[in-house]
């Protein structure tokens, strides 16, 4: 089969896969990009903004909640931005800089640990989130540590809040303030990244055109629809902006971040810091904490994750609760970005998470 045929097949059996999630009621949205380091090889919107009989249709502006991409994509990136200035270590300890982190049996917590999931923290709060940022981080380094850190990882929301918390301080400036700086400095090098909408605030008419999405049972805006409003109740509360959740994003705004991460997993020099191919591939190295499939921020490839079983072991990518997935193959030399709004009255996530499998396992011959 020449290219362009594999092409067609591919694209062709990635499509039906998202129009079948679409027909069974996953979502009522997706857009999806697929590329390689030299740029978008197919685009496509499927699906409305809501399941209504008159919603509006989805199309390639339409900005999504990207909900955890925001860990790799803002708080893994400014962090990497702070370890290449030398404000941050991946070995300093989190008491250096929370105070309250403070006993015996989590002093030798490091950033390295926050980011590899390996802090000891369990994935949310039992009870409702504090009302403010030092309050929740109080609330954080006080709670009890679910395992010993560093003997195993479990996903934590918690570790990243901390995470864009010490960013900020050891930063100077807000988390969203030096995403925005790195932003404009790489789009030098990616023009994409100044065009489309992908961080933290997106202006009115990004805003009204967002693919809604409806609050958990437990959030105190339940009832309501979100547009353009972020999902994540522990975001909300912290001011739209936080470590683990809080960007808004086009399937093309993620897809020129990827590129950039693609060409330095590549061995680019042209790419710069905090992008340079020896800071990624540091970040994008494998933990060896046993069980953990956790690079820096980033998930890794198994046969079992939602990257499906065709990509290279190279793979690197990561998931979000509202539907959203970003995964990138160096070897293959292709990215794989999908957004859903799975989280307006969608399915369930053993739903989607097949759908993301079969999805990116239609695409193995590109």
């Not at 499906?308 to 979000?320: I, K, L, Q």
């Amino acid at each position: 089969m020449k290219n362009g045929e594999v092409l067609v097949s591919a694209v062709d059996n990635a499509r039906r896969v998202l129009l079948d999630g679409i027909d069974a009621g996953v979502f009522p949205a997706a857009v999806a990009e697929v590329g390689s380091s030299g740029g978008a090889l197919w685009h496509q919107a499927l699906g409305t903004l809501t399941f209504e009989p008159r919603a509006f249709p989805a199309d390639e502006t339409t900005p999504f909640d990207l909900a955890s991409l925001t860990k790799v994509i803002a708080t893994t990136t400014v962090i990497m931005d702070l370890v290449a200035t030398g404000r941050i270590r991946l070995d300093d300890p989190i008491a250096t800089s929370l105070p309250e982190w403070r006993g015996a049996d989590r002093e030798s917590v490091t950033v390295q640990d926050l980011l590899e999931h390996t802090s000891g923290l369990p994935g949310r709060l039992l009870e409702p989130p504090a009302s403010s940022v030092r309050e929740l981080a109080h609330d954080i380094c006080a709670m009890p540590l679910e395992y010993t850190p560093r003997t195993r990882s479990i996903y934590s929301d918690l570790g990243f809040i901390l995470l864009g918390i010490l960013a900020s301080e050891r930063g100077g400036r807000p988390l969203a303030a030096q995403f925005e700086a790195i932003k404009d400095r790489l789009s030098r090098q990616e023009p994409a990244l100044a065009r489309e909408p992908l961080g933290f605030d997106l202006d009115d008419a990004d805003r009204r055109r967002a693919a809604p999405t409806v609050p958990l049972d437990e959030d105190i805006r339940r009832g309501r629809t979100l547009v353009g409003e972020v999902h994540d109740n522990y975001t909300a509360v912290l001011g739209s902006i936080a470590g683990h959740a809080g960007m808004f994003g086009t399937a093309a705004g993620v897809g020129s971040f990827a590129r950039l991460l693609l060409r330095a997993a590549r061995g680019d020099d042209a790419v710069s810091e905090p992008m340079s191919p020896a800071r990624v591939a540091t970040f994008l190295k494998k933990t060896t904490v046993p069980g953990s499939s956790r690079a820096l921020g980033w998930d890794t490839m198994l046969p079992t994750s939602s990257c499906g079983t065709r990509m290279s072991p190279a793979a690197v990518g990561h998931v979000g609760f509202t539907g959203t997935s970003l995964w990138i193959d160096p070897v293959r030399d292709r990215y794989f970005v999908l957004l859903t709004n799975r989280a307006f009255r969608g399915g369930t996530l053993k739903e989607i998470r097949a759908i993301r499998r079969a999805f990116h396992d239609a695409l193995g011959e590109l």
